[in-house]
Every structure is written in structure tokens, then in C-alpha cells.
């Protein structure tokens, strides 16, 4: 009987960019130093791939998704839903979810910041607390989550609604993207709640003294309801974990069946514990059959802007979670299947996703003494598509992967 591999997948998020001026003219990952990853290319089988599939807007949920194996067109009902799994939030089939993140708006009605300066999640969660208070009525609850993470459940709440993700309009007037459609004004009444609760609120007073940014408000996006996926164990005959710092993730670990391994210092954020997860994953593999480890922190250098960050975001990635990775599957002499992705281009120029291709490696095990040579080829987004061709779907290479 042929012994069963090992797979990991390893995702470093938003690692896709354009070419950067500030990087002579290359993305993050062509400037990178990574050479485990470009090992794995080379070693293996590195290809563009899509994402996203067509129709759909480039999130972090849809695309996910498809690196777990699944096809969004076919499950996906929005992405709060996902993360109220994520943070164990049951939802009844009347309840809408909607992700709330808090915000820094300007004077001049400009996003100033999606994150508001990256809230501590004490302070976000205290925050949080003061405007369910202010709110509280039958059907509806505020959840506090991670930072600037958190979640508002609406009993019936409109699920027909144009939302824009706050990530996407940096810098731009906020009255052009404010929630709009039958019963946009529900959202529009709690947004102006927050205003004046977070007006006078400790937390900010606190924040302001220090010099740092305030939250000025909420703002909701990525409406779901209840969504079903078929459990890894019956899909793939897979028992393993998932290892991320958001609750997006830890939502598709939740609803595929596997386990949500939490790291110590994971933060979603360029000073992330990357040591840590890859350890975690490392020991999760010791006793399951899958690992999926998921890394913020490239995609949030690139809605910040920050070119330098995300290099260094990558590098890290590749340094301290795929090197040891693979490492620890070559110590271990047994057959393995190794996934190295991202799950979508985060542009710095743009400061928000695109749909565009992406690259995508992998590579079986053991390899020897190969595992620790030189070799080297491209992952970046300049990896060719034979012909006209347009790149695969990531979502059916993976259920290939996955299932042979």
C-alpha cells in the first residue's frame, strides 16, 4: 500500500503586484531575496494562475477559497459570513452579517485609513463595546474581533446592497462609495451612531495624545449570510489545520472541517510571528496529513502603499515559513506535496486587489540534496501562459492536487 503524502500549502497574501517605480521598476516578489521559494519553483512546477474566478470581485475570501479547493461561484453567500465562522458566531437563515471595520476618515471626507493606525485589539474591542451598547435593540449585535476587525449581525438585515470594501478607496472621498440599495439606510443610521460615540470616546482621546490615529467611525461591507462547505475529511480524505491571524481564514478552516491552530504573536501585520507559524506548521504535519498557512502580511504592505514593507513581508514569508517547511518534509524522508501561492495581486500603486494572474508552484517529494542547492527559476507575475491560453482556474489545480 503506497504511503499517504504529506501536503502543505503555503500562502503568502496580496504577494502579487505590478512593476513598482521605487523598485527599479520590478514588483515585490522579482526584487524578494526568497531563494527557498524560487527553489520550489524550480525544483517543481511553477505556473500563472487565476484566482478569482470571473464574475467576482478579488477578495481574500473568493480567492482563499479557491487555493482550499473550492469553487466561490459554487458556495460563496459573502464574506462576513466567513469570518463570523471564523470567530464561531452562529448565524440563523434570517441573519446578515456584515464585516465593520473601524476607520480613520478625514475632515475633508477622505479615507485616511482603512485600519484606524491599525488598532490594538483591546482598544478596537472596547470601541466596539461602547457602540453596542449605543445601538442595542432586538436583532442586532456588534462583535468584536481582531484590531480593526469586527462584525455586525442584522436580524433580516438588506443583503442587496452596493458595499465597498474601505481598503479599496484609500484616499478617496468616502460620500461616493457610502452603502447604497433598498435598505442602505439602516447601515447609514449605525455609521453615524459611531461617529458620535467614537466622538468623545476614551480610546480615542488616549490614541489622540499619543499621536496616533483615530477611529473615527465603522464601516461595513462584505454582506453574507449562512454558508456550507463540504468537510475536508469527505471531500479529500484529509484531516489537518489551518494556521492564520484573521478570522476570514480561521472562518474557511471553521466550515472545511479543520483545525484553527493559533500562534502566538500572529497579528495579521508585517511584525507578525513568521518563525511561529511555520513551526506550528511544522508540528501540525507531525501529526495530521495537511497544513494551509496563511500570511497577512504582504497584502496590508500593499494597501498601505509600502513597497520596501512588502519585500520584506515576502522575504520573511519565504525565510521563516516555507524554508523550515520544506525542510522539516526532507528531514522526514516520507512523500510530500508542497503548494507555494498568493492569493491574489495587492498593487501598491493601487492600494487595493485585482484579478489579475498570479504564480503558483508546487513540487513532490523528497528531493535530496536538491532541496538545498542552488537552483533557482521565476515566481513572479512574469511567469509566462503558453500561447493566448488564459491561466487555469487555481481552485481546479488544487482540487487536482489535493485529490491524486
Known amino acids: ?60 475570501d473568493v480567492a482563499n477559497m479557491g487555493l482550499l479547493g473550492y469553487h466561490a461561484g459554487e458556495n460563496y453567500t459573502g464574506r462576513a459570513a466567513i469570518e ?22 478625514g475632515d475633508d471626507g477622505t479615507m485616511v485609513d482603512y485600519s484606524a493606525g491599525d488598532m490594538p485589539t483591546e482598544d478596537g474591542r472596547a470601541l466596539i463595546a461602547s457602540l453596542d451598547e449605543a445601538a442595542a435593540r432586538e436583532g442586532l449585535k456588534f462583535h468584536g474581533g481582531v484590531s480593526y476587525r469586527h462584525l455586525l449581525v442584522l436580524r433580516g438585515g438588506p443583503t442587496g446592497l452596493v458595499l465597498t470594501p474601505p481598503h479599496e478607496i484609500s484616499g478617496r472621498p468616502v460620500a461616493e462609495y457610502l452603502p447604497r440599495g433598498e435598505g442602505a439606510e439602516r447601515l447609514l443610521e449605525l455609521m453615524e451612531l459611531s461617529k458620535k460615540v467614537f466622538a468623545g470616546h476614551p480610546v480615542n482621546a488616549a490614541r489622540r495624545a499619543a ?16 454558508m456550507r462547505l463540504q468537510p475536508y475529511r469527505e471531500r479529500y480524505g484529509l484531516e489537518g489545520g489551518v494556521i492564520t491571524a484573521v478570522d476570514l481564514v480561521r472562518g474557511l478552516a471553521e466550515l472545511c472541517g479543520l483545525e ?7 497579528t495579521g501585520w508585517i511584525d507578525t510571528n513568521y518563525a511561529g507559524k511555520g ?14 498557512v496563511h500570511v497577512e502580511a504582504p497584502d496590508e504592505c500593499g ?31 516520507k512523500p510530500y506535496r508542497l503548494l507555494v501561492c498568493t492569493d491574489h495581486r495587492t498593487p501598491v500603486a493601487k492600494r487595493g486587489h485585482t484579478a489579475d494572474p498570479v504564480p503558483f508552484a508546487w513540487l513532490d517529494g523528497p528531493v535530496g540534496a536538491a532541496a538545498a542547492g542552488s537552483a533557482a527559476a521565476a515566481f513572479d507575475e512574469s511567469v509566462p501562459v503558453s500561447g493566448a ?7 481546479h489545480i488544487v482540487d487536482s492536487l489535493l485529490r491524486h
Open 1 to 60: 500500500m503506497q504511503e499517504k503524502r504529506k501536503i502543505a500549502v503555503l500562502v503568502g497574501d496580496g504577494m502579487g503586484d505590478d512593476p513598482v517605480a521605487a523598485l527599479g521598476g520590478k514588483t515585490p516578489l522579482q526584487v524578494a531575496k526568497m531563494p527557498d521559494i524560487r527553489r520550489v519553483a524550480a525544483l517543481g512546477h511553477v505556473q500563472l494562475v487565476q484566482t478569482v474566478p470571473d464574475g467576482m470581485a478579488p477578495g481574500s
Open 84 to 105: 463570523a465562522a471564523g470567530a464561531r458566531i452562529p448565524l440563523a437563515a434570517d441573519d446578515v452579517a456584515y464585516r465593520t471595520n473601524l476607520v480613520t476618515v
Open 211 to 226: 499621536g496616533k490615529r483615530p477611529a473615527t467611525q465603522i464601516w461595513p461591507w462584505g454582506a453574507g449570510k449562512a
Open 260 to 266: 484553527v491552530i493559533r500562534v502566538p504573536g500572529a
Open 279 to 292: 513551526q506550528a506548521a511544522i508540528e501540525c504535519l507531525g501529526r495530521s496529513d495537511f497544513v494551509y
Open 303 to 333: 494597501h498601505k502603499g509600502m513597497p520596501e514593507a512588502k519585500v520584506e513581508a515576502i522575504e520573511n514569508f519565504s525565510r521563516h515559513v516555507v524554508g523550515p517547511v520544506w525542510a522539516a518534509l526532507e528531514a522526514a524522508g
Open 389 to 395: 491560453i488564459k491561466p487555469p482556474l487555481a481552485c
